[in-house]
């Protein structure tokens, strides 16, 4: 166990809708990184939250957002949800800092969604 | 585009064989490097990292890793597997300048049989 959880674990929603998956990082943590895990593939960066603010993001388009709370827990929103949204998705959570890359992401069992 | 490689998608052992699994990269600054394991039904865990220093690492359950620089590799090794080895397995990178992004390869699916 990793102390990362998230909510829900599964969820089934249709073409058009909007959704948000929630994060609780381990204690201590103050960095929150979003995975899409398609089936049978590995995880895609989505992008990652640093003291609240977004420090990253990956090739996904502007109806993934995300946001981190004070204290660092996370949610991911996608509006206009698509067939091809349906997979894992993952949180992460560290400790981070902006001077270097030497830390260690630990994951959190992941949020399923299907989209009809 | 920086990308991470894993040579085989699925492998297949019997118990006490020895497994090797193959990871490449395609970057030739600093690179931090891991290998996660996702067991049927569980989370996504980390087996070992490399950030600096020797580039033989050990890691949990009897697993091992080198990094070796010239080849942009780091491969994943166990001398003996046993039928709860089978899992996913995933090598992963940090690339320097990255916003301390996982880079993900593609899993190799290890099964072993009793």
């Known amino acids: 166990e990793t102390g990362v959880t998230q909510s829900p674990t599964h969820l089934i929603k249709t073409r058009g809708q909007q959704v948000t998956l929630r994060c609780s990082s381990q204690?201590?943590?103050?960095?929150v990184s979003w995975y899409q895990q398609a089936l049978g593939q590995g995880p895609q960066f989505i992008f990652q939250?640093?003291?609240?603010?977004?420090?990253g993001r990956g090739n996904f388009p502007p109806r993934f957002s995300g946001l981190q709370f004070p204290n660092y827990s996370s949610e991911l929103n996608v509006n206009a949800l698509e067939l091809d949204d349906s997979a894992l998705y993952l949180c992460?959570?560290?400790?981070?800092?902006?001077?270097?890359?030497?830390?260690?992401?630990?994951f959190g069992p992941g949020t399923r969604l299907l989209v009809l | 585009a920086q990308s991470v490689s894993q040579h085989n998608h699925h492998v297949i052992l019997s118990e006490a064989a020895s497994l090797e699994l193959g990871c490449n990269y395609s970057?030739?600054?600093?690179?931090?490097l891991f290998w996660y394991v996702q067991y049927p039904g569980q989370h996504l865990q980390l087996l070992l990292k490399?950030?600096?220093?020797?580039?033989l690492v050990k890691g949990i359950k009897g697993f091992e890793a080198e990094f070796i620089k010239s080849k942009f590799s780091f491969n994943l090794r166990k001398p003996s597997v046993q039928w709860s080895d089978t899992a996913e397995y995933f090598c992963?990178?940090?690339?320097?300048?990255?916003?301390?992004?996982?880079?993900f390869g593609s899993g190799t699916q290890l099964t072993v049989l009793p």
């Open positions: 939250y640093y003291r609240e603010e977004e420090n």
């Open positions: 490399y950030f600096s220093g020797d580039p």
């Open positions: 970057y030739g600054g600093t690179v931090n």
């Open positions: 992963a990178v940090i690339f320097s300048g990255s916003a301390r992004q996982l880079t």
């Open positions: 992460a959570s560290s400790l981070g800092n902006l001077a270097g890359e030497q830390e260690t992401q630990y």
């Open positions: 204690s201590g943590h103050n960095t």
